[in-house]
């Protein structure tokens, strides 16, 4: 049962799930407003639109993962597809009912977000950058969403918080383009690794990271504890420029993949900080 639970949880990567429901609660709090049972009602929603978005990805782009990540529950036939779809299922019920009653904006974003997502996994993930830049824009919603389930609009601190979010994430998701390459080019996904070369994917995801670190520091507009906040902000900043003068000079897997792990500690960072 446990290994079973296990597999459930590596399938649904419930981490970016909690990752997720975090960003959505630096949304809400950073929107100024304060309501706690829609901010509940926010992030359990979120949380379940994550994990649909996940599994859908792994059952509609089950070959590359036999390239990219043989270990997938999936793959490795530890979840059945009929287990998959109903996990699927049961998620999109979920996220769609609870943000029925957090309000019109939140709702409008949850539905978008959802369709946009289930899109790419459908048919868009061989894109390229577009691709890149849809999945950058699909994690950085977690601000708007937050923010528009307590205040019922999208303020300008939580755009801000977006664009940082959106500008880091496109370059995180051309770094795995680099990861992926070998497998990538066997399904022929279209990344920037592919098009241009490991080397122009480096720059261009750098150029996205260290666009992401320009942008951190206007939030000292909007904090009310600007010294908690450049603390974690600076570290953030930190490993982002680190990674990005890692993945110019080195730009083969073994950097990708540390990269890719080093600037999601980052972004769990970023996201507190975005809370003061």
Known sequence: MEKRLKSYSRLARIDHGVLTAIAVVAGGISSGVMDFTKLFLAVI????????????????????????????????????????????????AIAVFLSYFIGFVAFLIMVTVLAIGFVYNWALKKVGFL???????????????????TAGYIGEKIFLYFLIAFTANVGREIVKGIRDI????????????????????????????????????????YTSKPVIYMALISVTDFLFMYSSAAIVMYPRFEVADKVRKITLLGMGLAIIAFMF
């Open 45 to 92: 929603s979120a949380f379940f639109a994550e994990v649909f978005l996940f599994v859908t990805n792994d059952i509609l782009n089950i070959e590359e993962d036999r390239l990219n990540s043989p270990d997938r529950p999936l793959v490795t036939g530890e979840v059945s597809f009929r287990e998959a779809w109903t996990i699927s299922a049961v998620s999109l």
């Open 131 to 149: 691709g890149n830049v849809i999945v950058a824009a699909v994690t950085a919603s977690s601000f708007l969403y937050g923010g528009a389930a």
């Open 182 to 221: 070998k497998g990538d080019l066997r399904a022929g996904v279209r990344t920037v690794a592919i098009l241009f070369g490991e080397k122009s994917a480096g720059l261009v995801a750098a150029f996205f990271m260290i666009v992401a670190v320009a942008l951190s520091f206007f939030g000292l507009k």
